[in-house]
């Protein structure tokens, strides 16, 4: 059974920071590619950031140099650290994973990340 449980979201004032964590179980971690999605309300889903197996990062253009993902092998768990926070990154944040040797793809549950001006 895959699982992904998020934490960390909450309410943050404009130029705070939050960091996400992403906890998996259920797959080889170690070999998947782990990456962060957000949905603002009234808007689509959109990707904000990817790491792969070995490491290297993609990031959205827009959020690039405010968001860092990051993840540690030893806990199965990915992190977003979201700094600069602006009123537009409102939304639900969601984990996602297609493990190594899955032809699946698994969410988490979202996490709602607020931040007031």
């Known amino acids: 059974q895959v699982q992904l449980v998020e934490s960390g979201g909450g309410l943050v004032q404009a130029g705070g920071s939050l960091r996400l964590s992403c906890a998996a179980s259920?797959?080889?971690?170690?070999?998947?590619?782990m990456t962060w999605y957000r949905q603002a309300p009234g808007k689509q889903r959109e990707l904000v950031a990817t790491i792969s197996s070995g490491g290297s990062t993609n990031y959205a253009d827009s959020l690039k140099g405010r968001f860092t993902i990051s993840r540690d092998n030893a806990k199965n768990t990915v992190y977003l650290q979201m700094n600069s926070l602006k009123p537009e990154d409102t939304a639900v944040y969601y984990c996602?994973?297609?493990?190594?040797?899955?032809?699946?793809?698994?969410w988490g549950q979202g996490t709602q990340v607020t931040v007031s001006s």
């Open positions: 259920g797959i080889i971690f170690r070999l998947s590619a």
């Open positions: 996602h994973t297609n493990p190594y040797a899955s032809a699946r793809n698994y």
